[in-house]
Nanobody
Framework: QLQLVESGGGLVQPGGSLRLSCAAS????????IGWFRQAPGKEREGVSC????????YYLDSVKGRFTISRDNAKNTVYLQMNSLKPEDTAVYHCAAEFHPSSKWCTIGTMSNYRHWGQGTQVTVSS
């Protein structure tokens, strides 16, 4: 059974860092485009970053560019989201999502319905 499990969330002060992990089981992550999405209380879920399977193309939400970095470790079957210089407005539940796109430069943060497989999420709270 295909499964995604996020971890690494927590409480951090503004300016701090966290690294989120998205561990995959039941499938090989290097054949899948992976996206990170977040949902803050009372707000719609939004795309934060994604990474393709070919050439590791990456895309970022404008508000996180220069602060967040997405990467994949195929040997560990895991995708990471390194988050630096965190701000209170980054507070949200972060979900990773996967869609089968082998040898492709495709990934998107614009449309959640493009991803069929989702994790349960991990809470990130940025507060002093």
């Amino acid at each position: 059974q295909l499964q995604l499990v996020e971890s690494g969330g927590g409480l951090v002060q503004p300016g701090g860092s966290l690294r989120l992990s998205c561990a995959a089981s039941g499938f090989t992550v290097n054949y899948y485009a992976i996206g990170w999405f977040r949902q803050a209380p009372g707000k719609e879920r939004e795309g934060v970053s994604c990474i393709s399977t070919s050439d590791d193309n990456t895309y970022y939400l404008d508000s996180v560019k220069g602060r967040f970095t997405i990467s994949r470790d195929n040997a560990k079957n895991t995708v990471y989201l390194q988050m630096n210089s965190l701000k209170p407005e980054d507070t949200a539940v972060y979900h990773c999502a996967a869609e089968f796109h082998p040898s492709s430069k495709w990934c998107t943060i614009g449309t959640m319905s493009n991803y069929r497989h989702w994790g349960q999420g991990t809470q990130v709270t940025v507060s002093s």
